[in-house]
């Protein structure tokens, strides 16, 4: 049975301070425990910025000022396939918060190669550090 691909928006969330704030999945979701950068699925009609912003605010409280294309990541774990719409969030309004119970953490550019991502995430890992 064919599978449909799941389309996310997510965030590089830049602070003042250049560090990148990261989540963790929780450990009862798909690829539990990771981190991961935030955001969630794109709903019908929706662009993928709208749905970034809007995904930002319901799981961190923040709401996106300036952000920038960074990549698009098309993966299959075998048993989910996602796209990835990805943009840098340069300025936000607000101070994140794990609203949906998830942990959360900054992030030094230098740190997140030692950490463990879903491997749609890898891509990104490389193109944010090359940019």
């Known amino acids: 049975m064919p599978t449909t691909e799941v389309r996310v928006a997510a965030g590089v969330i830049e602070g003042a301070?250049?560090?990148v704030l990261l989540?963790?999945?929780?450990?009862?979701?798909?690829?539990?425990?990771?981190?991961?950068f935030p955001g969630g699925k794109i709903e019908a009609g929706e662009e993928?910025?709208?749905a970034l912003s809007r995904e930002l605010f319901e799981e961190l409280g923040?709401?996106?000022t300036q952000v920038r294309e960074l990549i698009e990541v098309a993966h299959d774990y075998g048993d989910k396939q996602v796209r990835l719409f990805v943009y840098v969030v340069e300025s936000f309004d607000g101070?994140?918060?794990?609203?949906?119970?998830?942990?959360?953490?900054?992030?030094?550019?230098?740190?997140?190669?030692?950490?463990?991502?879903?491997?749609?995430?890898?891509?990104?890992?490389?193109?944010?550090?090359?940019d």
Do not use: C
């Open 17 to 19: 301070d250049g560090r």
């Open 23 to 36: 989540t963790q999945r929780l450990q009862n979701a798909h690829q539990g425990g990771k981190w991961e």
């Open 48 to 50: 993928a910025e709208q």
């Open 62 to 64: 923040i709401r996106p």
């Open 95 to 130: 101070q994140p918060e794990g609203r949906e119970g998830q942990p959360m953490a900054w992030f030094t550019p230098a740190q997140l190669s030692g950490l463990d991502f879903p491997a749609a995430n890898v891509p990104i890992l490389a193109a944010y550090l090359s």
